[in-house]
């Protein structure tokens, strides 16, 4: 049975690719779901191990294949790619390269950097262009959730998953019998958290009476995948930040409105804790017993001071860092990294690379308030905006707890995305505002002879 659920998984996995060829919103949801979709895959047929690459590069393929499309159909919007999100992330990636030519640990991080390198141009080059419109943002979250939810119900009843040090990870070595080889559970969790985020603030009112089946689902199978991925930190982040942006996302003006937000929050937490109370036990319940809590915050808190100290010792890199990967090289460890993508910066890239990223940050802001004040009087499109803010800020939150800019752009991506829609919807607003000028214009131009009610004077005169 579990053979011919891979079988039909593999097939729709076919058919979601060619459907997404033509329709940009579904190929951004194929890339926000490939880490998840390529572990379901590989534990159902584990020969797939072999081919990870080749799955990820398959992906990129169908993406740049729906950009061309939708530039074939003058629906590509490029101009609004290049923001100042954009800049300082190129900026950012242009020292890491840079940092190349004097970090001490050059095998290792020019290793780990072209390693990083296709999933960098995936991400940052094709991934912003699928999408033009906050309608189109809209479409590409919903399409997320609910393929996200298939896969999650395809990933819990994988053959090849179990649960391993309170993590229920696929063990994509048994093929080769090498028992220490298996999938990333941060991506997992990653994903859970961006489900539920989406599907506690979208709130899908405009599918109608199925929309409180799929906010649901979202928040339930999105946490779900969280937990089971046992990464505490984005399981405590995602509800964060579903709980402080959902005044955002729906309207305030008057006490009914008040109170409706209120159950809306409350029913959420509901949700969440039979959630926790459903997939919290057992194996899963191991990853928070204090003592492991401890010892994950301690290591968290280790690394950071350590860096720091790196930082301060070695004056030389204050200004531009100690190059790319240089924390492998104090601390004596070929794939270590700082877990913190703030101090890691710091140490390699010194205050420039730090001033730099917390630009990006600043605009990123910015420009979030923007798009939440612009979509104030619009429910679908205020909860679409207060969505991916909150998507933006769980991967701010995230990259300080495992972030590392070498290995993959998060959370740049996402906040490219966003910087290009704000631009985006500027350019429509600013379109149809032009069109009603020219088109009031042109009945105030007209030569207009009105018809007189009255005899004119001269007539009967002789």
Same mark, same amino acid.
């Given at each position: 049975?579990?053979?011919?659920?891979?079988? @039909?998984? =593999?097939?729709?996995?076919?058919?979601?690719s060619?459907?997404?060829?033509?329709?940009?919103?579904?190929?951004?949801?194929?890339?926000? %779901?490939?880490?998840?979709?390529?572990?379901?895959?590989?534990?159902?047929f584990p020969?797939?191990?072999?081919?990870?690459?080749? &799955?990820?590069?398959?992906?990129?393929?169908?993406?740049?294949?729906?950009?061309?499309?939708?530039?074939?159909?003058?629906?590509?919007?490029?101009?609004?790619?290049?923001?100042?999100?954009t800049?300082?992330?190129?900026?950012?990636?242009?020292?890491?390269s840079?940092?190349?030519?004097?970090? /001490?640990?050059?095998?290792?991080?020019?290793?780990?950097? +072209?390693?990083?390198?296709?999933?960098?141009?995936v991400?940052?080059?094709?991934?912003?262009?699928? %999408?033009s419109? #906050?309608?189109? @943002?809209?479409?590409?979250?919903?399409?997320?959730?609910?393929i996200?939810?298939? @896969?999650?119900?395809a990933? #819990?009843?994988?053959?090849?998953?179990?649960w391993?040090?309170?993590?229920?990870?696929?063990?994509? *070595?048994?093929?080769?019998?090498v028992?220490?080889?298996?999938?990333?559970?941060l991506?997992l969790?990653d994903?859970?958290?961006?489900m539920?985020i989406?599907?506690?603030?979208?709130g899908?009112?405009?599918?109608?009476?199925?929309?409180?089946?799929?906010?649901?689902?979202?928040?339930?199978?999105? #946490?779900?995948l969280?937990?089971?991925?046992?990464s505490?930190?984005?399981?405590?982040?995602?509800?964060? =930040?579903?709980?402080?942006?959902?005044?955002?996302?729906?309207?305030?003006?008057?006490?009914?409105?008040?109170?409706?937000?209120?159950?809306?929050?409350?029913?959420?937490?509901?949700?969440?804790?039979?959630?926790?109370?459903?997939? %919290?036990?057992?194996?899963?319940?191991?990853?928070?017993?204090?003592?492991?809590?401890?010892?994950?915050?301690?290591?968290?808190?280790?690394r950071?001071?350590?860096?720091l100290?790196?930082f301060?010792?070695?004056?030389?890199?204050?200004f531009? *860092?100690?190059?790319?990967?240089?924390?492998t090289?104090?601390?004596?460890?070929?794939?270590?990294y /700082?877990?913190?993508?703030?101090?890691?910066?710091? %140490?390699?890239?010194? =205050?420039?690379?730090?001033?730099?990223?917390?630009?990006?940050?600043?605009? +990123?802001?910015?420009?979030?308030?923007?798009?939440?004040?612009?979509?104030?009087?619009? /429910?679908?499109?205020?909860?679409?905006?207060?969505?991916w803010?909150?998507?933006?800020?769980?991967?701010?939150?995230?990259? $300080?707890?495992?972030?590392?800019?070498?290995?993959?752009? +998060?959370?740049?991506?996402?906040w490219?995305?966003?910087?290009?829609?704000?631009?985006?919807?500027?350019r429509?607003?600013?379109?149809r505002e $032009?069109?009603?000028?020219?088109?009031?214009?042109?009945?105030g131009?007209?030569?207009y002879?009105? =018809? &007189?009610?009255?005899?004119? /004077?001269?007539l009967?005169?002789?």
């Amino acid at each position: 049975m579990t053979q011919g659920l891979g079988v @039909l998984i =593999v097939f729709g996995f076919v058919l979601l690719s060619l459907w997404s060829i033509a329709r940009p919103p579904w190929a951004f949801a194929l890339i926000n %779901l490939m880490f998840l979709l390529k572990q379901v895959l590989q534990g159902y047929f584990p020969q797939l191990v072999l081919y990870g690459p080749h &799955l990820s590069a398959a992906i990129a393929i169908i993406a740049a294949l729906s950009v061309l499309m939708k530039s074939t159909r003058k629906t590509l919007t490029i101009a609004t790619f290049f923001n100042p999100v954009t800049w300082c992330t190129l900026a950012i990636y242009a020292m890491v390269s840079f940092g190349l030519l004097y970090t /001490p640990a050059f095998e290792s991080g020019f290793k780990m950097f +072209t390693e990083g390198l296709p999933y960098l141009v995936v991400l940052v080059f094709i991934y912003p262009f699928l %999408l033009s419109s #906050l309608a189109e @943002l809209r479409q590409g979250i919903f399409l997320t959730v609910m393929i996200g939810c298939v @896969l999650t119900v395809a990933f #819990l009843f994988n053959p090849s998953a179990e649960w391993t040090n309170g993590r229920f990870i696929v063990n994509l *070595g048994q093929e080769f019998g090498v028992s220490d080889f298996t999938s990333n559970p941060l991506a997992l969790a990653d994903t859970g958290g961006f489900m539920m985020i989406a599907a506690a603030l979208m709130g899908f009112k405009d599918k109608g009476r199925l929309g409180i089946v799929f906010t649901i689902a979202g928040l339930v199978f999105g #946490l779900g995948l969280a937990i089971i991925s046992g990464s505490r930190g984005q399981i405590i982040f995602a509800v964060v =930040v579903s709980v402080a942006m959902y005044p955002f996302a729906r309207q305030v003006k008057d006490m009914k409105q008040f109170f409706l937000m209120a159950a809306g929050v409350g029913f959420m937490l509901l949700v969440v804790g039979v959630t926790f109370s459903f997939f %919290l036990e057992g194996e899963a319940a191991r990853r928070w017993d204090p003592t492991l809590l401890h010892q994950g915050s301690a290591d968290r808190s280790a690394r950071f001071i350590e860096s720091l100290g790196f930082f301060g010792s070695n004056p030389a890199g204050w200004f531009f *860092g100690n190059g790319t990967n240089a924390f492998t090289y104090f601390v004596g460890s070929v794939r270590d990294y /700082p877990h913190n993508i703030s101090v890691e910066i710091l %140490l390699e890239y010194g =205050v420039v690379g730090l001033a730099t990223f917390y630009a990006c940050v600043w605009y +990123t802001f910015k420009y979030s308030k923007a798009l939440l004040k612009m979509e104030t009087n619009d /429910p679908i499109a205020r909860s679409t905006v207060a969505a991916w803010v909150g998507i933006c800020l769980f991967a701010f939150m995230v990259c $300080h707890k495992q972030g590392s800019l070498i290995g993959l752009p +998060t959370p740049f991506y996402f906040w490219i995305i966003l910087a290009k829609i704000y631009f985006d919807e500027t350019r429509a607003a600013d379109a149809r505002e $032009h069109a009603a000028e020219l088109e009031g214009s042109a009945w105030g131009s007209g030569v207009y002879e009105p =018809v &007189l009610d009255y005899p004119d /004077p001269s007539l009967g005169k002789a």
